[in-house]
């Protein structure tokens, strides 16, 4: 007999407790007598190592018929242990003995297995013994149950198990409590007589218990087993799991008595029903679900699919099941998908790819699969299961998508070459009237004439904003535009701006004010070129549109931090006010209110339009609230970084700084004074290269005013045998022409071998094509700058002076000539013409200048101290625009010449520059007071 036992169980005291139980109660008789029955224990301090012994002992031919564990806590779940036992070997008995609790709650959360026994602690040391030998000698026999059946009705009260025995000579039936509590019953109240039970069976179970318990009385089963329904006292139904087995016969081979157990499997039943109508629920979804589904186990064997997958493979869905790839598919198509199984299994998540396959009718579809391994009860994969899905039409429509996305991107490109066509083609001649109109402006002329003239520069002027407006929405929508981010100083950018606003608000007798609270930082980071943009045409728009009152600026910190500041800017006009529910469509392209606005004010619309994108673009938003006949309050706000403290690590500016086409190069210094006329022993230090005689004559002409003479070619390729020839100082370059163009032109000067004298030689653009690709073009082909036709003269004139003019440095200090009259310090005559000779207003101006130009000198003499270059040039910049507005026209000069210094790092001379700032701002001062301006 088969004795052998495993025990789980690390506690001493439970070790030495089971060596009692089962060492004293089987040793009644002379424990030294060796044929007393003795049990192999085997004690292991964990279920783990309980199985690996178990295991290793089934696969040597030692098979083991119980198992004993003992739960201490709710960590260790005896069912999984249980469950892989009975994969090693079905026969295997279990007991668990545990606390009522731990009992309590296994029986509550889980389904009790047949061959898994419940014991709770403590327990009758007898009756343990009793149930131990109970189940080994059940497994060694089933002809001794009848010998202990009373012994084990004690022992298995904690395991819910009925016991019954039936004697069917006397018809009569000896079962223990549980059997009757289970049905609600005490012991006492089931009748003895074996009919009674059948009366409890079901009426539609009862003939096939019958049948079930005849077959294993005529050995056709080795068992009798059972599954049926029992009515309970209070009327309900139980489910009942029967279990006996013959234990007596007479001499003739008829049954005497048998025996058995009860289990209530209600619960498991409950579960069952539940879990067909989830299955049937889930095998109708998957049956109704277009998509292709099959699931395999890690052979590649199908378990079972769809009708769509089976109506794919022309097998139904049935016959699918137990067939391999190989046996439905190619063995070309066979491989792909083993393989595809393979790669999922292995990497255990699910897994995606496309797949062209043929139906059975021929028809040829991509389908897109995705793999998934589907797990058992203890995380194992068992297979897995896979969709496939028809997305030939998604793919086509796809390629659909993207060759419309294509051919609109190629729209978006031919729209773009127009745009830039069209600027160059309306600039070539723009820059023929607006050129002449210029130099004939400067002849004489009667009033008449001069009248004429002004009328044709000023709508020639217009119809280049409208195109600048028209290009700027272009780059808008195509995401092209860009945002420069560098240092400037807010106040300064105001400074200066207001006073040209101040001006535009004069002509119309409007007043004009700018607010600023003193908590807005001034030293921040960003694109002021863009800010400036917004702001002028949204101050603009108000002068416009106002004929009494005036126009206010209000400049606020909304939020800020220790990196960024949410600036605030008001815009606030006492016009004509904007009608109510009309405020939104303000900022919509090609948009006015009605078309009287357009007659009577003109404009394209974009305006607005272009400044909520760029608002938008700088972190910020826009909004107007308006009344009609009232005024417009226009709200804007934008995020600014700040400047970091001197000394600090500042990150890189995001790209270099080139002017926007809104812009031109209009940046540049305005000089209002001529510089000194050239004599003929200069010779000609500029090559112009231009094919369009309009041009020519402009451009010739503007560098005569300049006191320049230049030398012509009409295409690159005389461009270049000029420059082989003699060695200028400038060149500016059209980008089209004939023959050779700029582009191809500048390439051979800058080339490797190239056969110019210098090929360093400066080379500016001229260039009516005003895209920023273009510009960027231009760079990329080695030219140092560029100038958007119709060029202007004073920007012409910062080239010149900075390519033609500009001498070495040769000595640390360089020296600025001091002025020799008061002219040369106060351009009155510019600045009366500028503000048409307004005293009150050239009063406001100068007082302006005045009254900020100390701090700037406390700012450029700061930056000079922290050798910071790029502050340097700042404030020499904005020194610049003020003192050029300003009629201030020695400070300009200096400025220039300290915005050059900061930008080259030239440190030497900034505290000349300095003495001589302080040296003109003296004599300007005395200059304005002996003249009653101040």
């Given at each position: 007999m088969n004795r052998?036992?495993?025990i789980a169980d690390n506690d001493p005291k439970s070790v030495d407790r089971y060596m009692d139980i089962l060492a004293g109660a089987r040793t009644a008789v002379n424990p030294k007598d060796p044929a007393t029955e003795r049990f192999q224990l085997l004690f292991f301090p964990d279920g783990d190592a309980l199985l690996q012994n178990f295991r290793s002992g089934f696969e040597r031919g030692e098979a083991t018929p119980l198992c004993i564990i003992d739960v201490a806590d709710n960590n260790l779940n005896p069912l999984r242990i249980f469950d892989k036992l009975a994969v090693i070997d079905p026969r295997v008995a279990v007991i668990v003995t545990a606390e009522d609790p731990l009992i309590d709650a296994l029986e509550a959360n889980y389904a009790i297995p047949d061959n898994l026994y419940c014991v709770r602690k403590p327990f009758d040391g007898y009756l343990f013994f009793i149930l131990v030998t109970t189940l080994i000698r059940g497994w060694n026999s089933t002809s001794r149950l009848n010998d202990r059946i009373q012994s084990l009705d004690a022992a298995l009260e904690g395991a819910n198990i009925g016991l019954w025995y039936w004697n069917l000579e006397t018809r009569t039936q000896t079962i223990n409590s549980r059997w009757a509590e289970m049905l609600g019953y005490t012991h006492n109240e089931i009748d003895r007589d074996i009919k009674a039970w059948e009366q409890m069976v079901h009426t539609e179970d009862l003939p096939y218990v019958r049948k079930r318990i005849e077959a294993h009385f005529a050995w056709d089963a080795p068992l009798y087993e059972a599954e049926f329904r029992m009515r309970t006292r209070n009327g309900d139904w139980k489910w009942i799991l029967a279990r006996g087995q013959v234990v007596e016969w007479d001499a003739d081979g008829r049954v005497l008595k048998v025996a058995g157990t009860h289990m209530d499997i209600s619960e498991r039943k409950l579960?069952?029903?539940?879990?067909?109508?989830?299955?049937?629920?889930?095998?109708?979804?998957?049956?109704?679900?277009?998509?292709?589904?099959?699931?395999?186990?890690?052979?590649?064997?199908?378990?079972?699919?769809?009708?769509?997958?089976?109506?794919?493979?022309?097998?139904?869905?049935?016959?699918?099941?137990?067939?391999?790839?190989?046996?439905?598919?190619?063995?070309?198509?066979?491989?792909?998908?083993?393989?595809?199984?393979?790669?999922?299994?292995?990497?255990?998540?699910?897994?995606?790819?496309?797949?062209?396959?043929?139906?059975?009718?021929?028809?040829?579809?991509?389908?897109e699969t995705l793999r998934t391994p589907y797990f058992g009860p203890y995380g194992e994969i068992l297979g897995l299961v896979g969709i496939s899905r028809d997305v030939t039409d998604r793919k086509q429509m796809q390629e659909?998508?993207?060759?419309?996305?294509?051919?609109?991107?190629?729209?978006?490109?031919?729209?773009?070459?127009?745009?830039?066509?069209?600027?160059?083609?309306?600039?070539?001649?723009?820059?023929?009237?607006i050129g002449m109109t210029e130099l004939l402006m400067e002849t004489n002329l009667d009033p008449e004439q001069a009248k004429g003239l002004e009328l044709i520069h000023n709508s020639a002027h217009s119809l280049l904003s409208i195109i600048n407006d028209i290009l700027d929405i272009s780059k808008i929508e195509a995401g092209k535009i860009e945002l420069e981010t560098i240092d400037f100083d807010l106040r300064g950018i105001l400074r200066d701006m207001n006073g040209l606003m101040a001006v535009k608000a004069a002509e119309k007798s409007l007043s004009y004010r700018c607010v600023i609270d003193p908590d807005v930082p001034s030293l921040l980071r960003g694109d002021p070129g863009r800010l400036r943009q917004v702001l002028i045409n949204l101050i603009g728009n108000a002068v416009k549109f106002t004929s009494d009152g005036g126009i206010t600026l209000e400049v606020s910190c909304k939020t800020e931090n220790d990196i960024q500041a949410r600036i605030g800017f008001v815009v606030a006009d006492t016009g004509i006010g904007i009608p109510e529910g009309q405020a939104e469509r303000l900022f919509e392209k090609f948009t006015q209110l009605d078309m009287s606005t357009t007659r009577k004010y003109g404009g394209t619309g974009l305006g607005l339009a272009i400044s909520k994108q760029l608002c938008e673009m700088m972190g910020g938003e826009i909004h107007v609230e308006s009344e009609a006949g009232k005024g417009s309050r226009f709200h804007l706000t934008v995020l600014l970084e700040k400047q970091r403290p001197a000394g600090a690590s500042a990150p890189p500016p995001r790209r270099e700084h080139t002017p926007s086409v809104a812009e031109s190069v209009e940046n540049f210094p305005q000089l209002t004074a001529p510089p000194e006329k050239r004599t003929a022993a200069d010779g000609a230090p500029i090559l112009l290269v231009e094919d369009n005689e309009t041009i020519q004559l402009v451009s010739l002409g503007l560098l005569k005013n300049l006191g320049y003479t230049a030398d012509l070619a009409k295409n690159g390729r005389e461009a270049i045998d000029a420059l082989k020839k003699k060695?200028?100082?400038?060149?500016?370059?059209?980008?089209?022409?004939?023959?050779?163009?700029?582009?191809?032109?500048?390439?051979?000067?800058?080339?490797?071998?190239?056969?110019?004298?210098?090929?360093?030689?400066?080379?500016?653009?001229?260039?009516?094509?005003?895209?920023?690709?273009?510009?960027?073009?231009?760079?990329?082909?080695?030219?140092?700058?560029?100038?958007?036709?119709p060029v202007k003269k004073q920007n012409l004139a910062a080239i010149l002076k900075k390519y033609v003019d500009e001498i070495p440095e040769t000595t640390s200090v360089v020296v600025v000539e001091t002025p020799v009259s008061d002219e040369d310090i106060f351009d009155e005559a510019g600045i009366r013409e500028r503000l048409d000779d307004c005293d009150d207003l050239i009063q406001v101006v100068m007082r302006s200048f005045i009254a900020s130009f100390p701090e700037r000198i406390a700012e450029l003499t700061a930056a000079y101290q922290s050798r910071d270059g790029e502050k340097i040039r700042a404030v020499g910049h904005n020194i610049k625009g003020s003192s050029g507005t300003a009629g201030a026209t020695a400070i300009m000069k200096t400025a220039m010449a300290v915005e050059d210094a900061g930008k080259n790092g030239n440190m030497k001379m900034i505290s000349g520059c300095i003495d001589q700032l302080q040296a003109d701002f003296t004599r300007l001062k005395k200059i304005l007071v002996d003249k009653r301006i101040l």
């Open positions: 052998r036992i495993l579960f069952e029903r539940d879990l067909k109508r989830q299955r049937a629920l889930l095998y109708s979804l998957i049956d109704s679900i277009p998509d292709l589904i099959f699931y395999k186990d890690l052979k590649g064997v199908y378990l079972g699919c769809n009708p769509a997958f089976g109506k794919f493979v022309g097998f139904h869905r049935q016959d699918v099941v137990e067939k391999t790839d190989y046996d439905l598919f190619s063995k070309e198509m066979a491989d792909f998908f083993r393989e595809q199984d393979r790669l999922m299994l292995a990497s255990g998540q699910p897994r995606s790819n496309e797949e062209w396959v043929d139906y059975p009718d021929g028809r040829r579809v991509l389908l659909e998508l993207k060759r419309a996305k294509e051919s609109a991107e190629k729209a978006n490109q031919t729209k773009s070459e127009f745009l830039a066509g069209m600027s160059h083609e309306i600039r070539t001649p723009m820059s023929g009237v060695n200028y100082r400038l060149v500016l370059m059209d980008v089209e022409m004939p023959v050779m163009d700029g582009y191809a032109a500048t390439r051979t000067i800058r080339g490797k071998g190239s056969p110019v004298l210098n090929p360093e030689i400066p080379i500016i653009a001229m260039t009516a094509h005003a895209m920023q690709r273009d510009l960027d073009r231009c760079m990329d082909a080695g030219m140092d700058g560029y100038l958007t036709k």
